[in-house]
């Protein structure tokens, strides 16, 4: 193991604190930071009872906090919001930043519209009693460089007097600090010029901040989540930089990348440790009955649950030496595969995937192959990381421990790809019912301009979603099986609720978000041909990171969707020419 950042940041609202109490302001002070509420409240009482008046706003997210913290929501009949637009930024950058808002103001009618002031919001607010107030928002970022050399937009801290002239000035927080010092240390280290650079990067963060729940859907705030997220993705984007491939894409090999953040009372600190895999265990636990499960499978009870299921047996082994399990459960039917796992924190796409086949073994027409987790490495690091952190997104899991998209992988050996790509040669399946999730709250890289690079669409969920990923000449029987899956999913009227809920919002804080609602569904189609089956139905559940109920709704979209799916294509197999592959 090699250590290659171990460093202590003193807590910057303690600092602030200590500071203002040791030279008292002549002015109240407003300061932006990146702490929780609490926090922020106890270090403004702390220095009120030294007669000092500060207030100390987060950084992250000021719109949506200045509702919760500063104003009373539920005496408002109206309120307007003009949002901010930087030409270092997407145009709607702070109309995203400001999500939930339009989902936290009970019944009062809210509208949004850009405004042309630098970096604030301002805020109309009518009471029901028909008092009006104006107020504006600051909401502290600045233009630099990121870790590929690109000008980024990044919140930041800030520090200011009120009641004088006072514009103010940057306040460098840890929160960071941390971030850049990681992104410091991996540029400034020398890796050998091969890939994988390294079998594991742990990056064990401490950082003193709660998470907040929000009311709506399974919306919070969390600091420490999006760490997590920024911390990943730019360490890959610079790795990824570094190896002359393009920044952000699956392809690249640069190992298995790991943020581990912690809540921590004492002050911010980060450890960058490079590892060895060792041991390869499996986290054990309790089975549950697999239709209402209501949290993610252990391992073992989704290789329990498959070998339910008759047929041949599929084996690979993964990048870390893991067993990633299938079967091939010949019929008379048009084949199909059945995958879930490539993507390993989307965890409701296994308990689908073997609800569906289970059922699908018990009819003797059936015809199919199924890898239930096709990222096992990446499921073990998911089953880890939520013990400390259960609810969040957690997408160190998403790629194989080399680092990339087991779909996408070029170089041979193959590794857990192999799982897939056997279970389509003794099938030969056309359709490839291939199940995933995304967050079921909000996406953000604070340090890297906010929106997720790359992953733009999936900053905001916006229910179960569909997406059909056609080869060319593939297109007609394409759309008949989607719009087919579509209807029948809209049969069951939870799911559209739910889905009314999450797109009515999407669509007041993300106005251009490029796809199609059908049914109630959303639905969007690609012709490519990247993917291996001519045809393939992406789903794509709001499970990032998910329990109970809203689980247990999430795989049963999935079970729903593989059977719709399956019935509609026997039918088409039987009726229509399907073209060469
Ligand atoms: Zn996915």
Known sequence: MTTILNLDVPRTLDALVSLLLSSPPSQPVEAWLFDDGPSRKAAEEKLAAAGIKARIRSAYKPLVYFFLEEVDVSSLTRIEVGYPVHAAADPHRFLIEAYPLAALVGDAEISFRPNDLDLVYDVTLVTKSGETSTHAVFAPNIVEDDHVGAPVLRCCGWRRAVGIADAGQRL????????????NAVKQHHWERQQPYFDRLRIAVDLPAN???????????????????????AVRECLNAEMGAMAGRGGARPGQVVPDIRAAKADPRIVMTVENFGEHSETTGPESAIETASRPLKIGQIRNELSKIEGEPIKAISREGREVLGRYHKGPGPAVLISSGQHANETSGPVGALRAAQALAADPNSHFAIVPVENVDGYELHQRLIVENPFHMHHAARYTAFGDDLSFTVPAPAYERDARMAALALSSAKLHLNLHGYPSHEWTRPMSGYLPRGFELWTIPKGFFLIICTHPGWETIGETLLDEVARRLAEDKNLVDFNAKQIECVRLHMPNAPFEVRYGIPVLKQVSSLYQAPLTIITEATDETVYDQTFIDCHEAQTRTVLFAVEAYRRLAENSDFPAV
């Open 172 to 183: 460098k927080a840890d929160f960071e600090i941390l971030f850049l010092a990681a992104i």
């Open 211 to 233: 998470d907040r729940d929000l009311d709506f859907c399974s919306e919070s705030i969390s600091l420490r989540e999006a760490m997590h997220e920024d911390l990943f993705f």
